[in-house]
Each structure stands twice: as structure tokens, then as C-alpha cells.
């Protein structure tokens, strides 16, 4: 039997069982070795400490509620058959808690008895574990003060300062018994999960279950003392669990030994499952037989791996309440069983624990889905039309029924229908916070049930005033913070409710109708913003976000200053900013985290507290700046207001930083009148990268989060509107291909099967698609890699079919082609590859027939032009945008059949600023384009008719950040812009109402 050892110090239990580290350690030092070595000040745990015998690890828990200590040291001493390891703590500063790894020669030594000074404190207050598994040569030891994060009664803080001993390990001499054996997911009872599955978002879930991982860190070690030490004493709160606890609180996950409170019994846990390790869950599929028949026992025969969550993707605070994960399933199929189980290994290739309980679809029906939407800004005042559209609803595994709509949330259900879409106008007579609900009804009498709140304003009414009193503001974790509302007034009411979202989740942690108060802990350091909102008796709404740092104790927090020089003006307005008066009282302030928007996101990072930034929003806006010392440790962010007259209206996309290297715009069309703009953009690079996309509303904000269209894209992509929704085509790099893909809904969530256009051997990579419609068939123009562009159109309306490809010229290699199919004669034009006098030629191939059956030969419309280049169609003319180092222009094709051009047209010629990417379109019947001037700015120029004979001046759509991937299209017979930022990594749509 393989043997470890386990010592719970506070009652001295003796329990025998199974465990293993995945060390491996030989002879340790050499003779000449000195005795004693010391590790200097390292506040983050992990230090290693060798003497001639063993390595000892410092873990990180050591330092616990601000404990703190400049060195350890470990020595060691010859006794009668034994060495004895003496490890000392120097410079302590109210250490509050230790924990050690420690690795011997198990070939050398044995382990043997631990001796326990109680240098924390008293024994009364401390709890202690003794952990070896002789066979590894391994041993860890913790030591804790119960309570660590509060003082004592009488008001004194816990904790040990200065010198001291915290324990001594008998080495015996003689080789240890006992084999090693490798670390193994759990496979107790204790273990199995319940499985569920969220109809709505289509996902399995289910929580983290592993007896003894406290910490919830995915293995069972010494460190799993801390959480017992924290929440000491408490009970397990009451919930719907079948035995009526609430199993997903930190309360039950530590509670192992499952009596409903949280204290020394529980120590026991940790050492029966010692190095229990979970480091992944695989999912299962199969039938009920196909369960397994024990904890550890294998799958049956026709179970199969649906997949592999690893242990990191795991959901929720750690430190607050039980771990979850999920997996987005899609609709649930009849008569199949799922499973999840633990695994040791991160790709699921170890050993499995206990199986949780299984899911049998067949037991499931999947309620209707409910989509629609209603207006997203408030009305000014009474009398209000509002108009909702019910559209895309459906039933995943049936029909829905019935359609019910209460404009005012009164229960009273005013309208019914069957079928959907359905537009519903709604005169609210009366200023109010409006809740309107949509009810669907399916076959299986299953409902759904959503929401839309409508605010119509009360002219007479002066609104709430919220009063947001949060204290502390900083301090270090866990950090207990009051959040008080109550100050708050309403002039010519009363206030009806108080809401608190502390972690500003979307997820409220308050809603009251009274007072307006909240205690909240924040265990974890990092920077947090709290958002709050009171809503008076007339529906009328005041928020305010307050931001809070918490920190490790190991180090002040440094204290950011923000100044602009200009903080008014129209657009576009270049501000310059200055946080030279940051400071940090123990340290040095190292980098400034720059947030020009005030929407919590990163901007730009520097290390020089100076930068610039051109606003081309309108509006008022908060520029902040987070100043960052040299242990890391943010500052409270510091604020100015910026109010910024005209000009474009910028919303972001994506703040995350997605690499977008390419984007394109289009608007989607719901049922109804609404127009929506999607907007696409790769978002892993340009090789082998994945395709997003994301929905705005109809005032081109608020854009929802990011759908995956398909992840396997070359970086070469074209999309338009097909029938209202998206269509697209790519150039698929691993699988080689060029294929078309169509939307099944508005927001671009599904997406019909891949269509293949071309899937020839030497189809790799191409340089260039192009996505247009040819009398009113998809058509495409794409460049294989080294061979001259190709052209297809489709066969059908809705691109299914293909026709065979038309070659534009076999003795010419070109690269970046650019299709105009809304004219007479589809036109393509083409880069030059490699011209001989190593400058680029841009080509005009025009089509002998209105289908692109054959294409003549090209114009050449000059060299030098094709640096950056784009095209539109407008009126019965082809054009062309061309750039040439820091001069843009126009060229426009002399017939409707592109056989001859005009001389091109100067654009724009801004002084010794290089221009970059360019991006044409046609807007309200003009020629216009969109351009990137380096660094940092996107501008936009239209023609002041359709001729494109003369251009306006151009201005400025952005600043402050460099751009790219930019595309320009019409939205709602106006300009609009998508792009990405090479700064911050994100995507954002712009417009010009």
C-alpha cells in the first residue's frame, strides 16, 4: 500500500491513506554544504530555500491578510539516528499564517514526527496540518490563525513580529517505505456534481465538487487550510439543496465534514484526499448504460468524449462562493444521456473521477425562444409611441403556440397573436419607468417570458438626485467596503427604489424600495467599480460609478493626478493630457493606464505621464487615468470631464483585445423598420485567425457581445446584406478553400453550412476576396496564391451553387482584387504583382456581358497608384481611390462599361503625413472614402455630387489612437466607419448622423 501521512495539529488525529506529488528529487546537496541557508524578502510566495538535504517551498497563502516576513531560513542539525530541519522566520511583521512544501530523498530519509512551537499564537486561536507522503519524499506543513482578517475582542491585531522558530521535522536516516503513486482526479461520493442545462443560453453546467479543495484551486494540499481559518466558526447557510443547505456557498464547499458549520472536523477532509487533483472535466455523451459502474470505473462502450473544459475556464469568485463551468451544448437532441467528470490532466487525457449526475435530454423540453426589441433611449415626455418588433422567435424542438404582449407590466395581457414577426405600437399617456412583457407560449405549454423597460419622462419632474457614499475606497484584501445610498433626495417625490451592482456585473447585489445599504467584501486584490442607481415615483432615474482598489497590504497604493489643457470645444478636439503630479508614497509610479472614454476600458498604457488624445464624439465625457507603481498596485483613477461639440458619434464594438486586422460593416434589417449595423472583423490576425461579429442598436450603440462565425480564416474576407441578413466569404486557410456562409438571423448568432466556391489544390492563403452582387446574384473576385484573379457568381439568388471560375488573364499575376458589380458590366480591379519596375500598376478588367462571362483585357490606370487602393460604383461610373505616399485621389471610369478612365481627381494632400489604409463606398449617391493618416487619425472625404469631379474638405473621424482594418459602407443613407485600434486592440463603429 502506498502510504501518507497526515497530522491535524489542533487534536493530534493519526489517519493513514493514498496521495502523491508529481516530484521527483535525488540526492539533495553535496558534503561542504553550509548549514544554514536564508531567502531574501519576497512577498509573493513561491520562494525556494535549499540546504544540503531538502528544497522548501514557501507557499503564497503565508502572507494572508497582510502578513508579511524579509526572510525565511531553513537548517538543519545531526541528532541521535535523525536530522532535524529547523525552519525560522527573520523580520516577520505580523504574520498571520505559514505554509511550507518541503522535498526530501526518499532514499536517504524517512519521515518522522513534526514539532510545533505555536509561534503564530496560542494554540487556542491557531489550527495546524501535517501533510507527508514518505514514498515522494515529500512533506507540507500549514499553520493558521483562525479569523486571520479580524482582530481580536480586546482590539488587538493578531499576528507574530520579529524572530522565531515555526517548526522543527524529524528526518529519520534510512530509506522511507512506501511506493509513489501518480496524483488522481477525485472519486469519492463526495465528488459527483449535478449537471444541468440552461435552456435559455443552451449550456450544460454544473459546480466544482472535490472534498477538500477549499480553495477551490483544483488540488487538495496544506494550503486548503486557509479558507477553514477565514470562515471559522460559521454555518452553512440554508438553501434548496436537497438537504436544504445552499450548496453553491463558501460555507458548504468548505464544510467537509458536512455537520453545517465550518470548523476543526473538517481538517480531516484535506488529508483523506490529499493531492486529489482536478485539472480538467470531460463531458460525455452516450446512454444510461453507458454510465460508469464506479467512482473510478471506465465509461461503458458507447459513451463518447463530447469535450474538454480545462480547470481554468472555470466561472465565479473563488474566494466567495462554489466554482461552476459550462459548455455551450445547442439545442438538446432526444434520448441522449450526458455526464461530466473530473479528470487529472489539463486535456482530459488522465484519469477520470467520480461521474456527476447524468442529464437525460429525453426528460428536457427546451422552452420557445422570445426575441424582440423596443426603443432603447427614453421618451421626453408624454404622449409617447412606442414601437416594439417581435421577430425570430422560435420553438427549438417544436412550435410555439401563442404570443402574448402587456405593454405596462400590469399582468394584463392587452394583445395576442400566433405567428411572429409583428410589429405592436403602444401610446404611453403617462410619464413612468414602463415595463413592458413579451409571454410565448410552445406546444409543450413551456413559457418564456421577457421584459423591455420603456422610461417616458415627466417634463415637470425634476429627478432623483443620487447621494453614493462608498467607504474605504482603497485598502488591502479581504477589504470590507459600506456602500450607503440613503443621503439620496428626490425634490418633488420620492424615491421607490435602490439598486446596488457592487462588481458592476450587470448582476445587482441590492434592490430595495428603502435605505439603500450594503456591506460588501472584496477578497480578492484589483481594481473594481461599483454602479449605482435610484429611481423616484415618476420613473425617473440618477446613477453614479465609484471605483475601488484593493490591494495585498504589501504596499501602498499610488495616488493618481490627472490635468488636461483644454477640457471644452468643438469637434474634432485634441486634448493633451497630464498626470505628472502621480506619486507613490513607497515606490515609484511605473506606468499610467490611459481610459479616454471613461467606459472602464483600456485605452493606452504608457510609461510617461503624458500623452494626447483628438475626441471626434460628441458629448460630455470622462477621460480618466490609472497610475501603476512598481509592485504593480493601481491607483484610484482620476477624472476630468471633457465636453466635445459635433461632430461623429463613436461607439465601441469590442474593448477586448481582439488584434482586429480587418473589419467590414452591414446593415441587417429586422422585421419592421428597424436597421441595424454589424459589423465583422477577424479577430486572431491574419493567419488562421477567427471571425466575430457583434450587433448594434439602431442609434449604432450598444452592441452586443461577440458571436464566433467560423474560426478557421486566412485573413482574406468580403460580406453584404443578403435578403436582410449577413453573407460572407472567406478564405477557410486550413482546409483550403474559398467558401460562402449566410446568416439565419439579424445579430449574425447562426449561420447556414459553408458553401464551397472554390476548393482547387493550389488554393492556399489567396491574397484578396471580394464580395459584390452581379444582377442580383452573389459574385466574387479572389486571388489564389501565384495565379491571376479568378471570378465566379453564383447560380442562384442565395449563393448555393457556383459556377465555374472565369479567369481574367492568365499571362498577368495580380493580388488584392476589388469587384464592382452594380453596374452595367461587372468590373474588377487588380494590383500588379511584381511589376519590373518594382512599382505597382492598378488594372481594370471590364466584363463582356452583364454576367462576367469573360472579361477583356485590362486598363492600366497607372503606376505607382496601387500602395493602397479601393472602389465603388455611383451613378453608371466605376472609381477608384488610390493613394500615393501623402497625396489620395479618385479616378473614375470614362463609360459605363469601365473600357476607358478619366484622369484622376486630388482628393486630399495633407502635408508630410503618410496616408495609410483606404476604404470607398458610395453615400447618398456620392463617391466617398474613408482614410488613414499616420499615426493615429481616420478621416473621411465625400464628393460634393455623383460625378466625383470635386470633393468636399476632408475631416476627421477619430484620433489618438492608430487604426486599422477600416470600412467604410452606408448606414441609413449616412457614412459609417469600422475599425480597429492598434493600440488597445479594439473594434469600434463610427458614424455621422
Known amino acids: ?106 532514499a536517504r530519509y524517512s519521515v518522522g514526527r513534526l514539532d510545533n512551537p505555536w509561534l503564530l499564537g496560542p494554540e487556542s486561536e491557531c489550527l495546524a496540518l501535517f501533510l507527508s507522503d514518505p514514498g515522494a519524499g515529500v512533506v507540507e506543513f500549514g499553520e493558521l490563525l483562525m479569523l486571520p482578517q479580524e482582530a481580536r475582542a480586546d482590539g488587538t491585531e493578531k499576528g507574530f513580529s520579529g524572530d522565531g522558530l515555526l517548526c522543527t521535522l524529524h528526518l529519520k536516516t534510512g530509506p522511507a517505505t512506501g511506493g509513489r503513486k501518480p496524483s488522481a482526479a477525485p472519486d469519492s461520493d463526495g465528488a459527483a456534481s449535478t449537471l444541468a442545462y440552461d435552456s435559455e443560453a443552451q449550456t450544460l453546467e454544473w459546480q466544482h465538487f472535490s472534498p477538500g479543495d477549499y480553495n477551490q484551486d483544483g488540488q487538495v494540499a496544506v494550503s486548503d487550510l486557509t479558507p477553514i481559518g477565514i470562515h471559522f466558526n460559521k454555518d452553512v447557510p440554508a438553501g434548496s439543496d436537497p438537504d436544504g443547505r445552499d450548496a453553491a456557498s463558501i460555507e458548504d464547499v468548505v464544510d467537509g465534514s458536512n455537520d453545517g458549520k465550518v470548523n476543526v472536523s473538517d481538517l480531516t477532509a484535506i488529508g483523506l484526499n490529499f493531492q486529489d487533483r482536478v485539472s480538467s472535466y470531460n463531458i460525455y455523451q452516450g446512454a444510461l448504460a453507458d454510465l460508469p459502474a464506479s467512482n473510478s470505473g471506465a465509461n461503458g462502450a458507447g459513451a463518447q468524449k463530447l469535450a474538454t473544459i480545462p480547470f481554468n475556464q472555470n466561472s465565479g469568485n473563488a474566494g466567495t462562493a462554489r466554482i461552476g463551468f459550462s459548455h455551450v451544448l445547442g439545442p438538446l437532441p432526444g434520448n441522449t444521456v450526458y455526464w461530466v467528470r473530473p479528470n487529472d490532466s489539463a486535456d482530459g487525457s488522465g484519469a477520470d473521477g467520480t461521474a456527476s449526475s447524468p442529464l437525460d435530454s429525453s426528460l428536457f423540453n427546451q422552452p420557445p425562444k422570445a426575441q424582440w ?197 468643438d469637434f474634432p478636439l485634441e486634448v493633451s493630457f497630464d498626470a505628472s503630479a502621480s506619486f507613490d508614497t513607497d515606490g515609484t509610479v511605473e506606468t499610467y493606464i490611459w481610459d479616454f472614454f471613461g467606459d472602464g476600458s483600456e485605452d493606452l498604457k504608457t510609461a510617461e505621464p503624458f500623452t494626447s488624445f483628438t475626441y471626434s464624439t460628441e458629448g460630455l465625457i470622462t477621460a480618466r487615468v490609472t497610475a501603476v507603481d512598481n509592485d504593480q498596485i493601481p491607483s484610484v483613477a482620476d477624472s476630468v470631464e471633457i465636453q466635445v461639440n459635433g461632430g461623429w458619434k463613436v461607439s465601441p464594438v469590442k474593448n477586448a483585445a481582439y488584434l482586429g486586422t480587418a473589419t467590414r460593416i452591414v446593415p441587417v434589417v429586422d422585421e419592421g423598420p428597424t436597421v441595424k449595423p454589424l459589423v465583422v472583423w477577424l479577430g486572431t490576425g491574419n493567419q488562421g485567425g477567427d471571425l466575430y461579429c457583434s450587433l448594434g442598436d439602431e442609434n449604432g450603440a450598444n452592441f452586443s457581445s461577440a458571436s464566433t462565425i467560423v474560426g478557421d480564416c486566412s485573413g482574406e474576407f468580403d460580406l453584404l446584406t443578403l435578403g436582410g441578413f449577413a453573407a460572407l466569404a472567406y478564405d477557410a486557410s486550413g482546409i483550403n478553400g474559398l467558401y460562402f456562409m449566410r446568416a439565419e438571423d439579424v445579430g449574425g448568432t447562426q449561420w447556414a453550412a459553408p458553401v464551397a466556391i472554390d476548393t482547387s489544390d493550389f488554393f492556399v492563403a489567396g491574397f484578396g476576396v471580394s464580395l459584390d452582387f452581379v444582377d442580383g446574384f452573389p459574385a466574387v473576385a479572389y486571388n489564389p496564391i501565384n495565379s491571376a484573379t479568378l471570378y465566379r457568381r453564383a447560380t442562384d439568388a442565395l449563393g448555393d451553387t457556383w459556377a465555374d471560375a472565369t479567369l481574367m488573364q492568365l499571362d498577368q499575376s495580380t493580388i488584392h482584387p476589388h469587384l464592382i458589380g452594380d453596374l452595367a458590366r461587372p468590373v474588377v480591379v487588380s494590383q500588379e504583382f511584381n511589376s519590373l519596375d518594382g512599382l505597382d500598376s492598378l488594372l481594370a478588367y471590364p466584363a463582356n456581358d452583364a454576367l462576367g462571362g469573360s472579361f477583356n483585357s485590362p486598363t492600366d490606370l497607372g503606376h505607382n497608384l496601387g500602395l493602397h487602393f479601393s472602389t465603388t460604383g455611383a451613378g453608371d461610373r466605376a472609381f477608384v481611390a488610390h493613394s500615393n505616399f501623402n497625396l489620395l485621389y479618385s479616378s473614375r471610369s470614362a463609360d459605363a462599361d469601365a473600357t476607358a478612365w478619366e484622369q484622376p481627381v486630388l482628393v486630399a494632400s495633407p502635408p508630410e503625413v503618410a496616408i495609410g489604409e483606404i476604404s470607398m463606398s458610395t453615400i447618398a449617391g456620392k463617391p466617398a472614402v474613408a482614410f488613414e493618416l499616420n499615426p493615429g487619425q481616420l478621416w473621411y472625404c465625400e464628393a460634393t455630387d455623383s460625378s466625383g469631379a470635386q470633393w468636399q474638405e476632408p475631416a476627421c473621424a477619430w484620433g489618438g489612437a492608430p487604426v486599422l482594418g477600416i470600412h467604410l459602407a452606408a448606414w441609413n443613407n449616412r457614412p459609417a466607419i469600422s475599425f480597429a485600434t492598434g493600440s488597445s486592440g479594439g473594434i469600434y463603429f463610427a458614424f455621422l448622423p
Open 373 to 569: 426589441t423596443g426603443p432603447f433611449i427614453p421618451f421626453d415626455q408624454p404622449p409617447a409611441e412606442a414601437v416594439f418588433i417581435v421577430a425570430n422567435c422560435f420553438d427549438p424542438d417544436g412550435s410555439i403556440v401563442l404570443f402574448e404582449f402587456d405593454a405596462e407590466g400590469d399582468g394584463i395581457f392587452e394583445q395576442t397573436f400566433t405567428e411572429n414577426p409583428v410589429q405592436i405600437n403602444h401610446n404611453y399617456e403617462q410619464p413612468g419607468l414602463w415595463i413592458a412583457t413579451l409571454r410565448v407560449t410552445d406546444d409543450d405549454d413551456a413559457q418564456t417570458t421577457t421584459s423591455w423597460d420603456t422610461e417616458v419622462r415627466d417634463p415637470t419632474n425634476q429627478g432623483p438626485s443620487l447621494d453614493m457614499q462608498v467607504s474605504p475606497l482603497e485598502g488591502p484584501a479581504p477589504l470590507a467596503v459600506h456602500i450607503d445610498l440613503s443621503g439620496s433626495s428626490d425634490p418633488d417625490g420620492s424615491i421607490v427604489k435602490y439598486e446596488i451592482d457592487a462588481r458592476w456585473d450587470g448582476e445587482y447585489e441590492l434592490i430595495t424600495t428603502e435605505g439603500g445599504v450594503l456591506d460588501y467584501v472584496f477578497f480578492d486584490a484589483g481594481s473594481y467599480y461599483i454602479y449605482c442607481r435610484v429611481t423616484d415615483n415618476l420613473g425617473s432615474r440618477a446613477t453614479d460609478i465609484k471605483q475601488v482598489v484593493v490591494t495585498d497590504d504589501s504596499n501602498l497604493a499610488p495616488v493618481a493626478d490627472l490635468q488636461a489643457d483644454v477640457t471644452s470645444g
Open 1 to 106: 500500500m502506498h502510504r501518507f501521512n497526515v497530522r491535524i495539529m489542533k487534536n493530534s488525529l493519526r489517519l493513514l491513506g493514498l496521495g502523491l506529488l508529481l516530484l521527483s528529487l535525488g540526492a539533495c546537496g553535496g558534503k561542504g554544504a553550509p548549514e544554514s541557508f536564508s531567502n531574501p524578502a519576497g512577498l509573493t510566495g513561491g520562494q525556494r530555500i535549499t540546504s544540503e538535504r531538502v528544497v522548501l517551498t514557501v507557499l503564497p497563502d503565508s502572507y494572508i491578510a497582510g502578513g508579511k516576513a524579509a526572510a525565511f531560513e531553513v537548517s538543519e542539525r545531526q541528532g541521535q539516528g535523525e536530522i532535524l530541519v529547523d525552519v525560522q522566520v527573520r523580520g516577520a511583521d505580523r504574520l498571520k499564517a505559514f505554509f511550507f512544501h518541503l522535498e526530501f530523498d526518499p
